[in-house]
């Protein structure tokens, strides 16, 4: 069984950037296709990231394609999710998940089997 644990969220000012960070442990980061998720206040949950669990290729929400980088540590056993220039829009819980299936389409939540607790992500205006 795969645990994900989030860290990293704050209050941040609009501008300003922030890393989350994705610790994985009973399972190793580099065998998952792994994704990043948010959810704003009476919102659906909606996918910001992935990464590919073999060559790697990242995939991005238009939203936030060139402003957030999504990346993997293998020896921390950790994904990590790079905000810059951060919008208010931008505040929502972010979530980190995991996919049993190599092939898993990385954009879809559904898609995912182990997920994180969360962790809030803040942008002042």
């Known amino acids: 069984q795969v645990q994900l644990a989030e860290s990293g969220g704050g209050l941040v000012q609009a501008g300003g950037s922030r890393r989350l960070s994705c610790a994985a442990s009973?399972?190793?980061?580099?065998?998952?296709?792994m994704g990043w998720f948010r959810q704003a206040p009476a919102k659906e949950r909606e996918f910001v990231a992935g990464i590919a669990w073999a060559a790697g290729r990242t995939y991005y929400a238009d939203s936030v394609k060139g402003r957030f980088t999504i990346s993997r540590d293998n020896a921390k056993n950790t994904v990590y999710l790079q905000m810059n220039d951060l919008k208010p829009e931008d505040t929502a819980v972010y979530y980190c998940a995991a996919a049993r299936n190599y092939l898993a389409s990385l954009t879809s939540q559904y898609e995912y089997n182990y997920w994180g607790q969360g962790t809030q992500v803040t942008v002042s205006s």
């Open positions: 009973g399972g190793t980061v580099s065998a998952y296709p």
